[in-house]
């Protein structure tokens, strides 16, 4: 009987780590990216409120501040792509730190700027300026698998071998500055973190192609973390360990990284990447994926760092 118990106790348990679902991914996409947000452009009051609102989920989450001003990690990034007069302009990470009592650490990032009302540069619209570029795949979807894993390490009630710190970063739209910010001012040890996995468009599932998953060249050990991942989803990996994100800049402290990514799209850095446009369900089956990589690693000691050729 009291096996029995146990038994039920244990089901109980990993019922509560319920694995992210489409409608909280889809209820933080439409916050982000809605027109209220204003496209979150660094340096504006919406940027901020961006990161309020990834401030607030962390806070619910019981993670600890981990910033320089509790969970924010202020920052001046400087506009280069095009010329304005308010090149410089003020934002933040964002940064919370689940702590397992572990000797290193799981870092896990998404950025949560995008191109504002297109006077920022890189956008592909024909008439950008004044015209509200929402991000819902750039990059509200990382974004929300951000807090979605967060919710999902924080509520699993395990305790794991490693701690995490989750990093919304600022300003990636500009040159990867909020990422560049972080690893040249870090708020715990570089040494002491085991790999960084980074979200970038995680939105436009699209089941010919599959989530690639970029990183896979950047630790021996990934092949291995890969080989008994279930899904429905499909996925295919790449070895590139830098290129078009903010894994990059782990990468160039010699940090084995993951990038999930979708792919490019027609509304790629236009006003019409919208939350509608969205797949949450696939967003969801990327996630599951993502934390079967994470659980396999951690049952690994800390990843030793392989330069891709
Ligand atoms: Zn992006």
Redesign the pocket.
């Known amino acids: 009987m009291k096996n029995y118990l146990f038994f039920f106790c244990f089901v109980c348990q990993s019922a509560f780590a319920q694995l992210p679902a489409p409608d909280q991914l889809s209820k933080h996409v439409y916050k982000l990216a809605s027109d209220k947000m204003q496209g979150r452009g660094t340096g504006s009051k919406e940027n901020q409120k961006a990161a309020g609102y990834v401030a607030a989920q962390f806070k619910k989450y019981k993670l600890q501040p981990k910033g320089t001003n509790g969970f924010y990690q202020p920052f001046t990034a400087k506009v280069r792509r095009v010329v304005v007069t308010d090149s410089l302009r003020e934002t933040n990470n964002v940064i919370g730190f689940l702590d397992n009592g572990a000797a290193n650490t799981i870092v896990i990032g998404a ?1 949560f700027d ?1 191109l504002g009302l297109g006077r920022q540069g890189s956008s592909k619209a024909e008439k950008p300026e004044g015209q509200i570029h929402n ?1 819902a795949d ?2 509200a979807s ?1 974004v929300a698998g951000l807090l979605e894993l967060a919710r999902y390490f924080s509520k699993n009630d395990v305790k794991e071998p490693y701690n995490f710190l989750f990093i919304a970063f600022g300003a ?2 500009l040159g990867l500055l909020g990422s560049r910010h972080f690893v040249n001012n870090p708020t715990l040890p570089l040494e002491k973190i085991n790999f960084m996995t980074n979200m ?2 995680i939105g436009r599932y699209d089941a010919s192609r599959g989530v690639g998953i970029g990183g896979y060249g950047t630790s021996d050990a990934w092949p291995d973390i890969f080989k008994d991942v279930k899904s429905d989803t499909k996925f295919f990996t790449d070895k590139a360990g830098s290129g078009g ?1 903010d894994h990059g800049s782990f990468y160039a402290k010699k940090i084995p990284v993951l990038f999930f990514h979708t792919g490019g799209h027609d509304d790629y850095h236009k006003p019409t990447d919208d939350p509608e446009k969205i797949d949450y369900n696939a967003a969801a089956g990327i996630l599951g994926i993502h934390i079967q990589l994470i659980e396999n690693a951690m049952k690994l000691p800390k990843l030793t760092f392989t330069t891709v050729i």
Do not use: A, T
Request: charged share 35%.
């Open positions: 950025h995008h991000g750039d990059n990382g990636e739209e970038d468009m994100s």
